[in-house]
Nanobody, 121 residues
Framework: QVQLVQSGGGLVQAGGSLRLSCAAS????????MGWYRQAPEKQRELVAHITSGGRTVYADSVKGRFTISRDNAKNTVYLQMNRVKSEDTAVYYC???????????????WGQGTQVTVSS
């Protein structure tokens, strides 16, 4: 099995910074894309940022220029550096990874447990 364990998150003041981490472990053959999603109360889960195995990134318009996604392939870990946070960034953040558990199988989606980020104004 594959586990994604998130760390970081919590309460931060508007304009401040926060860093989220997500480490994948278990029966991993390879990892393709990794990403961060968030879900605010009464809203649908949305993509925040996405990074391919080659390092190409995609960001939601709402976080461009403020958030940075990165990954350490040797550690199977993805990070989200959140700078100049705003109240509208308040949400539960989930990491995601496309994982292959052996050569013959397809990539499958795995999710972290979620972590609350609350921005106070």
């Amino acid at each position: 099995q594959v586990q994604l364990v998130q760390s970081g998150g919590g309460l931060v003041q508007a304009g401040g910074s926060l860093r989220l981490s997500c480490a994948a472990s278990g029966s991993i053959f390879s990892i393709d894309a990794m990403g961060w999603y968030r879900q605010a109360p009464e809203k649908q889960r949305e993509l925040v940022a996405h990074i391919t195995s080659g390092g190409r990134t995609v960001y939601a318009d709402s976080v461009k220029g403020r958030f940075t996604i990165s990954r350490d392939n040797a550690k199977n870990t993805v990070y989200l550096q959140m700078n100049r946070v705003k109240s509208e960034d308040t949400a539960v953040y989930y990491c995601n990874a496309e994982v292959k558990i052996d050569y013959y199988r397809s990539y499958e989606d795995y999710w972290g447990q979620g972590t609350q980020v609350t921005v106070s104004s």
